[in-house]
């Protein structure tokens, strides 16, 4: 039988720590001014889990919320600031990869970009799928 796969991460204080049982889905980097105001980033990368497969482990429970759309909220650390992710309507959790202990993980690794067309003429993304 295989092992389940786990994924943890939290905030830069360990305030909100999480724990993700299942694989990643939806791997992707994004340029939107959502995601570029969202993270004081040029770009984002997240990946989706269901959001019964996502814990809030740490001492804070679950990251504060700021609605940023009509079917989204932000979620963030409400000690430190550090961003997290955003938490759907529909049953979703988004996490930013740069939240995660371990986010060289395969199942990790981006595989598209979206709205290309928010980011600088100068920003160059490129999403390179072998790690070797």
Known sequence: MARAIVHTGGCLCG???FKVTG???NPHTCSC????????ALTAAWVEFPSKAVAWTGPGGQPATYRSSEISSRAFCQKCGSTLGAIDDA????????AFDKPA?????P?????????????CVEIKTDQT
């Open 15 to 17: 305030n909100i720590r």
């Open 23 to 25: 694989p990643a889905l």
């Open 105 to 109: 993980k395969q199942d990790l690794v």
């Open 33 to 40: 001014q959502m995601c570029r105001k969202h993270t004081g």
């Open 111 to 123: 595989t598209g970009h979206s709205f290309r067309i928010g980011r600088p003429k100068w920003w």
């Open 91 to 98: 049953p979703t959790i988004a996490l930013l990869l740069g």
